[in-house]
């Protein structure tokens, strides 16, 4: 099931850079988008999210762009922390279902 | 700030066995889910509660798997006869409301199940 893909496994930035993690989605259906940060040995903890009736929502660091043309979302953070260091998974919802389906994750690592 | 709680952390069990993996899901939320995630895999759903029924499942959930909400605060994930490939990190998560004001999940901290 690839209707959520991350297809970048790793990012690596600076501390104070920007941080911009993507995701691609293939069903035209999905209606609402989320993205959560994981540490090892936790769950999911959630971050932001968008509906598809918006192009951009933003919450202190971080801030998700919605391209529905492009079926591409991507999550940016700004500055960059050593804390932010995580797994970063998107998810999409829709299709007349609750159920969230998940990328594979993109591992970001902030250097000090 | 309220938080979807698991036990037990880690439950280890012999391939065959019953298992029961206990989650507290925030008191004033509706939706009740279980998600798993096999190691190096994506997290996948496993099935959704609202109501005291299953709304919704995924062909992971087959006879072997099924949920209760025992009492007001519980929401348990059964299994009846594990197998190896039950290995894996179980997650709960609740949500707030129905869909078209809360679509945001919110996660426990995961319960790692091993199947020998």
């Known amino acids: 099931d690839q209707q959520v893909k991350q297809n970048s496994p790793s990012l690596s930035v600076q501390e104070g850079r920007i941080s911009i993690l993507n995701c691609d989605y293939t069903?035209?259906?999905?209606?609402?988008f989320l993205w959560y940060k994981k540490y090892p040995a936790e769950g999911p903890t959630f971050l932001i999210s968008i509906s598809s009736i918006k192009d951009k929502n933003e919450d202190g660091r971080f801030t998700v762009f919605l391209n529905k043309s492009a079926k591409h979302l991507s999550l940016h953070i700004v500055p960059s922390q050593p804390g932010d260091s995580a797994v970063y998974f998107c998810a999409a919802t829709g299709d007349s279902s609750y159920k969230l389906i998940f990328g594979s994750g993109t591992r970001l690592l902030v250097r000090p | 700030e309220p938080e979807v709680t698991q036990t037990p952390s880690h439950q280890v069990t012999q391939m065959g066995q019953e298992v029961i993996l206990r989650c507290v899901p925030i008191?004033?939320?509706?939706?009740f889910y279980w998600y798993r995630q096999i190691l190096g895999q994506k997290v996948e759903f496993l099935v959704s509660?609202?109501?005291?029924?299953?709304?919704?499942k995924s062909e992971i959930f087959d006879d072997q798997f099924s949920v209760e909400r025992p009492d007001g605060s519980n929401f348990t994930l059964k299994i009846r006869s594990t197998k190896l490939e039950d290995s894996a990190m179980y997650f709960c998560a609740s949500s707030a409301l129905s869909r078209g004001t809360s679509y945001e999940q919110y996660f426990g901290p995961g319960t790692r199940l091993t199947v020998t």
């Open positions: 509660f609202y109501n005291n029924e299953i709304s919704e």
């Open positions: 069903n035209s259906m999905f209606d609402y």
């Open positions: 008191s004033n939320h509706l939706y």
